[in-house]
């Protein structure tokens, strides 16, 4: 099956530093790549949709100038944690859909866990 | 929002016995998906079911689907310790393929 990988796995940062979290499709490209955020315990949150070559659509209550997104190619998304601060520490976990497939699918990143210190 | 909800949010059960897992949402959907997670892991991809779909099945897992109550439950038999992981169910926005709204998951403990 279609492979997504994010890079880092995992990243401890400093309060006021910003994080950038990179998330790629190996073997497919997409055009729609989503980006959500998972507290302990909690389920996943739609932050954000990035759009290759266009600015991405962020949902209700999301800061666009705290997380940046930026989707320059049709393989990867970048999502930078801007300032970050210690309530910003959480599970980000990215999605791409493959342009060649059907609107249904979406592909899983593996997870980038970033703590705040 | 869409965002479900989902019954239990815990069930803890001896390894053999079914599981059942609920997932209620808001407004209308295309399809619902369901997704386990193992702790602090990615998703994996269940199973997908279409609004037009009542029950789905998938080697140990059973779907089913009321669009008029606006609900799916996931049926896992003879359970198994490797099952012990978080389901969460997933719809799109009924206009809109493209965006998951996740339930609130049940995390499920298989007892060997």
């Known amino acids: 099956g279609a492979v997504v990988s994010q890079h880092p796995s995992r990243v401890i940062c400093k309060s006021g530093t910003s994080v950038k979290i990179e998330c790629r499709s190996l073997?497919?490209?997409?055009?729609?790549m989503f980006w959500y955020r998972q507290f302990p315990k909690q389920s996943l949150m739609l932050m954000a949709t990035?759009?290759?070559?266009?600015?991405?659509?962020?949902e209700q209550g999301v800061e666009k100038d705290k997380f940046l997104i930026n989707h320059a190619s049709l393989t990867l998304s970048t999502l930078t944690v801007t300032s970050a601060h210690p309530e910003d520490s959480s599970f980000y976990i990215c999605?791409?859909?493959?342009?060649?497939?059907?609107?249904?699918?979406?592909?899983f990143g593996p997870g980038t866990r970033l703590l705040v210190l | 929002s869409q965002q479900g909800e989902e019954d239990p949010q815990a069930l803890s059960i001896q390894e053999g016995e079914n599981a059942t897992m609920n997932c209620s949402y808001k407004?209308?959907?295309?399809?619902l998906q369901w997704y386990r997670q193992n702790s602090g892991r990615g998703l994996v991809h269940l199973i997908l079911?279409?609004?037009?779909?009542r029950e789905k099945h998938s080697g140990r897992l059973r779907v089913t689907l009321d669009t008029s109550k606006k609900s799916s439950s996931l049926l896992i038999t003879a359970s198994r310790a490797a099952d012990t992981a978080s389901y969460f169910c997933?719809?799109?926005?009924?206009?809109?393929?493209?965006?998951?709204?996740f339930g609130s998951g049940t995390k499920l403990n298989v007892k060997p």
């Open positions: 999605s791409a859909r493959d342009v060649a497939e059907n609107q249904e699918t979406q592909y």
């Open positions: 073997d497919f490209q997409a055009t729609t």
């Open positions: 990035s759009n290759e070559g266009s600015k991405a659509t962020y």
């Open positions: 407004t209308s959907i295309n399809n």
């Open positions: 079911i279409r609004s037009n779909e």
């Open positions: 997933a719809t799109d926005e009924g206009s809109n393929f493209n965006k998951f709204y």
